[in-house]
């Protein structure tokens, strides 16, 4: 017979032990860990920084220092900031509207200037450059022979107080008592001829007074050696003491019909 197999008090080889693979597995994690942490660390400090760095530029925009500032703070911060631009651009505007108030009065004030220099000149082109001196008046004596005597002059008979204008545009040499005339006007005129107006009732020019033609000079009277209320109108021909000529000519050369 064969002798039992002895089973009891056989030992089996020892299993390979684990420990040395766990223990790996476990530096291996913790240097993971601990890289990742250093990591983290990293990053944190450089987000760190740049957040301070970041803080820092605000801070400096806003004109304050590096103090971190609560929230109520900082919108107290902005809001000024922001009344303040709101300041400068009212100022802005306020002036701008300023500047443009004052060109448009500039401007208004230059049109009515000119407004006013074209109705100026309008009524210069439109107005007569010479008149009849009586108006309605009738003629009642010619340049010429009368009783015996050259009657130097034309006469426009007319009722005491009519009045009596400028011939043409001129300046007042002489107006006052004259012989023969009672009361007198003389005018010289741009071409150096002198008009003589008399018997007038009274004068209402004086000496160096400039007038324009169709301006009143006097209010027509009977004074003087007169026979009835007119106006004695003379020409006398470059000057006070120039030549007496027929004024009818010189009336009809500047338009003027009696």
């Given amino acids: 017979m064969r002798p039992a197999r002895r089973t009891a008090g056989r030992r089996r080889p020892p299993a390979p032990r684990r420990r040395p693979a766990l223990h790996l597995a476990a530096v291996l994690v913790g240097a993971v860990g601990l890289g990742t942490a250093t990591a983290g660390d990293g990053v944190a400090q450089a987000e760190g920084s740049t957040g301070r760095s970041a803080s820092v530029s605000v801070a400096e925009e806003l004109g304050i220092d590096g103090t971190d500032l609560s929230p109520a703070a900082g919108a ?19 002036a701008r509207e300023a500047e443009e108030a004052a060109a448009a009065q500039v401007q ?11 109705a100026a000149a309008a009524a210069e082109a439109a107005r007569p450059r010479a008149v009849l001196p009586v108006a309605g008046a009738r003629l009642s004596s010619t340049y010429g022979e009368r009783w015996g005597t050259l009657h130097v002059g ?17 300046v007042v040499l002489e107006a006052g008592p004259a012989i023969g005339f009672g009361l007198a006007v003389h005018l010289q005129h741009e071409n150096g001829d002198v008009t003589v107006y008399g018997h007038m009732e009274q004068i209402l020019v004086q000496p160096g007074q400039v ?48």
């Fill in 211 to 258: 007038v324009r033609a169709g301006d009143t000079i006097a209010l027509l009277g009977n004074g003087g050696q007169s026979t009835g209320p007119h106006l004695h109108l003379e020409v006398h021909v470059g000057g006070i003491d120039g030549e007496r000529i027929d004024p009818l000519p010189w009336l009809r050369d500047r338009g003027v019909a009696v």
């Fill in 76 to 94: 107290a911060v902005i809001e000024s900031d922001a009344e303040v631009l709101l300041g400068e651009v009212t100022a802005s505007r306020t």
């Fill in 154 to 170: 034309i006469d426009l008979a007319a009722p005491i107080g009519t009045p009596e204008y400028a011939a043409a545009d001129g």
């Fill in 108 to 118: 208004a004030e230059a049109d009515r200037v000119a407004a006013e220099a074209a």
